[in-house]
Antibody, heavy 121, light 110 residues
Framework: EVQLVESGGGLVQPGRSLRLSCAAY????????MHWVRQPPGMGLQWVSG????????GYADSVRGRFTISRDNAKRSLYLQMNNLRPEDTALYFC??????????????WGRGALVTVSS | QSVLTQPPSVSAAPGQKVTISCSGS????????VSWYQQFPGTAPKLLIY???KRPSGIPDRFSGSKSGTSATLGISGLQTGDEADYYC???????????FGGGTKLTVL
């Protein structure tokens, strides 16, 4: 059974950093692109960042480019999101999602339950 | 404002059919496949349609998808009260090198 389990969320002050992790189970991790998608309270889904199977491509939404860094460790079956210089508008539930193929343009076929990040002083 | 445009809400009676549109451009829907996601309050989204018109295992054939040019449509027939949820379209954009979601459509089954 495919499972994605996020961790690392919490309350952080504006300007500080946080690192999200996603542990993957039940599939060949290195065969899949991976993504972070967020959902601010009461709002819709926002794609944040994606990485292809071998880390050869990484992409970012304009709103986080230069502040967030996505990475993966295929040996540890884990996905990460390093979030620096956090802003109140980054407050959201962050979902780890699996792309159905090697590259980032395919659909998101499995989702974690999400990690809540709250940016507030 | 989302690059992909969806109606904020749609409604229909039980048993009827409803369609949800998703409008984009040549750099996204015009180039890449479209997927659709269903989300109930407090839960993670679930893949409903992929590659424009394909259903993952376990998704009833009441759900259908289509694409024409730079627009896509999700259809839900035989509406049930349990279909009340938020629905999102998604795709990739070659100009942005980024993933995209529509703003979401809230379905109400009257």
């Amino acid at each position: 059974e495919v499972q994605l389990v996020e961790s690392g969320g919490g309350l952080v002050q504006p300007g500080r950093s946080l690192r999200l992790s996603c542990a993957a189970y039940g599939f060949i991790f290195e065969d899949s692109a991976m993504h972070w998608v967020r959902q601010p309270p009461g709002m819709g889904l926002q794609w944040v960042s994606g990485i292809n199977w071998n880390s050869g491509f990484t992409g970012y939404a304009d709103s986080v480019r230069g502040r967030f860094t996505i990475s993966r460790d295929n040996a540890k079956r884990s996905l990460y999101l390093q979030m620096n210089n956090l802003r109140p508008e980054d407050t959201a539930l962050y979902f780890c999602t699996r792309g159905s193929g090697y590259d980032t343009y395919s659909e998101y076929d499995y989702w974690g339950r999400g990690a809540l990040v709250t940016v507030s002083s | 404002q989302s690059v992909l445009t969806q109606p904020p809400s749609v409604s229909a009676a039980p048993g009827q059919k409803v369609t949800i549109s998703c409008s984009g451009s040549s750099s996204n829907i015009g180039t890449y496949h479209v997927s659709w996601y269903q989300q109930f309050p407090g839960t993670a989204p679930k893949l409903l349609i992929y590659d424009n018109d394909k259903r993952p295992s376990g998704i009833p054939d009441r759900f259908s998808g289509s694409k024409s040019g730079t627009s896509a449509t999700l259809g839900i027939s035989g509406l049930q009260t349990g279909d009340e949820a938020d629905y999102y379209c998604g795709t990739w954009d070659s100009s942005l090198s980024a993933g995209l979601f529509g703003g979401g459509t809230k379905l109400t089954v009257l």
